[in-house]
């Protein structure tokens, strides 16, 4: 049975990071300490869980005459 008051590691949930992100458990843990990981995130996704995409999309809009 799992402990409630264990904060949640990359072994206890190993797909917490989205969009490919690579789950990092955290050296310093303590009891104020909900989250004992953290995502790093590839090129273009940020957030905690790196589930917000910072891509910009450009359009060209081209006028012929």
Do not use: M
Request: hydrophobic share 30%; net charge negative.
């Amino acid at each position: 049975k799992k402990n409630i008051d264990e904060p949640i590691t990359c072994e206890t949930n190993s797909l917490i990071c989205q969009n490919g992100g690579k789950c990092v458990n955290l050296d310093n843990i303590n009891e104020f300490t909900l989250y004992g990981f953290k995502c790093e995130c590839k090129f273009g996704f940020s957030g905690f869980f790196c589930e917000e995409s910072n891509k910009v999309i450009i359009r060209f809009t081209f006028f012929f005459q």
